[in-house]
DNA sequence: CCCGAATGAGACATCACTGTCTCATTCGGG
DNA sequence: CCCGAATGAGACAGTGATGTCTCATTCGGG
């Protein structure tokens, strides 16, 4: 049942994310059904958006848990998180584009895992890992542009999706650790 | 005359960039213009879009020769290319997301520049400077990321200003450049 | 100071999208 | 096989945005 829906909102966010002007007919058609039981699971664009939003706010923040990123390195913290954040990357590229969310009262679920991953990278900075010039709150957004760009590169066919974690993991970390010494 | 234009581009990208739905009263509004004058320069939605796009396909062009990536050090090169992609990252924010760029007929300017750019990285793996398991299409897509997430960043006050050229420059070549084997 | 150009404010018809409805058809569990 | 639930297709009115127009006002160079 809720597998329905959760295609739907895939769908949903993949089209929105290329064209946010997309009509409710077209996101219809790109989620296989038609415009009519569209509205019957989500009356509306606004209650649709709204279900985009919570649903990857939530599958975010269920990455975050797994990725028990309060545990060991710091620096295979963020790659657990990375890695179990891209299946839900399409998602989180929708929420980061989605930047109107920064007006409507959705700002209290998004501050919270904005703050945990803030936190992730405070730590590593103070365990030494992380380097110090660059800011968490940096780190923290450049977490979330490159794994859009990375969802957004493997759904254009320019990055293998195997590839997908590596990449992001591999730049992101291989920018913010520090230089070890020897 | 076309410090007006300029100065409306300028501000329909920062709109929209954050909300593409926004109508053309609420874009005009932001330019500090009334409707009339907006439609008097931009005969409809779609014209102001397609100046927007090829606007910021020209100054990102721009940036491109003005920080002559032929030349030097290839880590060099790109972080020039940085700082003078830094005006314009608005444009480059609104090109990034506006990925719809890639249905229209907008595609042979973007690409012209997509090549440049990917062929600056591969410049710089041939000439030992960056990593060769992440690839060149990988590394531009990334760059477009940062610079979009920075100017994001900046907009909304996370990050300074004059802190974003090195910012991006830093995590990107950081996580790009080979290891100094010493 | 003057006059033409540009602008702001608003009215207006048009149009695309939206949300709701009906009805025929399909689907799936019992 | 059967029946209720879910779906697709389409019609329909309501609504908000759009594009065009007019007119009064402001602006800026000569």
Not at 93 to 106: P, S
Not at 138 to 164: C, F, M, P, S
């Amino acid at each position: 049942m809720s597998l329905d829906r959760e295609h739907v909102l895939r769908a949903a966010a993949a089209l929105l994310t290329r064209k946010a002007t997309a009509s409710m007919d077209e996101i219809a058609k790109a989620a296989g059904v038609s415009r009519a039981t569209l509205h019957r699971h989500f009356s509306g664009r606004d209650t649709l958006v709204r279900a985009l939003e919570d649903h990857g706010i939530a599958e975010f923040e269920r990455a975050l848990d797994e990725a028990r990123t309060e545990e060991g390195d710091a620096d295979e913290a963020v790659r657990r998180l990375i890695a179990r954040s891209e299946p839900v990357a399409g998602f989180l590229a929708f929420l980061f584009t989605e930047n109107q969310l920064y007006e409507a009262g959705i700002n209290e679920g998004w501050n919270r895992l904005d703050v945990r991953v803030q936190g992730l990278f405070r730590r590593g900075q103070e365990e030494g890992v992380f380097r110090l010039d660059l800011s968490p709150a940096w780190l923290t957004e450049a977490l979330y542009g490159l794994i859009g760009a990375g969802a957004w590169a493997v759904q254009d066919g320019r990055v293998a999706a195997k590839d997908h974690t590596r990449m992001v993991s591999e730049l992101l970390l291989g920018g913010a650790r520090r230089r070890m010494e020897r």
